[in-house]
Nanobody, 124 residues
Framework: QVQLVESGGGTVQAGGSLRLSCAAS????????MGWFRQVPGKEREFVAL????????AYAHSVKGRFTISRDNAKNTVYLQMNTLKPEDTAIYYC?????????????????WGQGTQVTVSS
């Protein structure tokens, strides 16, 4: 049974930082690309970042590029999202997800597995 478990969410003031983690089990982690998405009530789930299986190739949404960094540790089956210079508009539930073919990595439907999400709230 595949499980993705996010942690590290919380409340932070604008300009602050948070580091999200996503621990994976039940899949061959090193063969999957890993993505982060976020969602606010009433809106579609939004792509945030992707890291491919080897870790050398990443992609970011324009809104977070230069502020967020995605990384992975295949030995620990964990993917991270370092979020700096946070803004109130970054407030959302953040989800990690696993994708076997990263061609259309920005599409939520392309991902095979999802975590339950972790809340990030940025106060102004």
């Amino acid at each position: 049974q595949v499980q993705l478990v996010e942690s590290g969410g919380g409340t932070v003031q604008a300009g602050g930082s948070l580091r999200l983690s996503c621990a994976a089990s039940g899949l061959t982690f090193s063969t999957y690309g890993m993505g982060w998405f976020r969602q606010v009530p009433g809106k579609e789930r939004e792509f945030v970042a992707l890291i491919r299986w080897g870790g050398g190739d990443t992609a970011y949404a324009h809104s977070v590029k230069g502020r967020f960094t995605i990384s992975r540790d295949n030995a620990k089956n964990t993917v991270y999202l370092q979020m700096n210079t946070l803004k109130p508009e970054d407030t959302a539930i953040y989800y990690c997800a696993a994708i076997s073919d990263g061609t259309f990595y920005y599409r939520p439907n392309e991902y095979a597995y999802w975590g339950q999400g972790t809340q990030v709230t940025v106060s102004s």
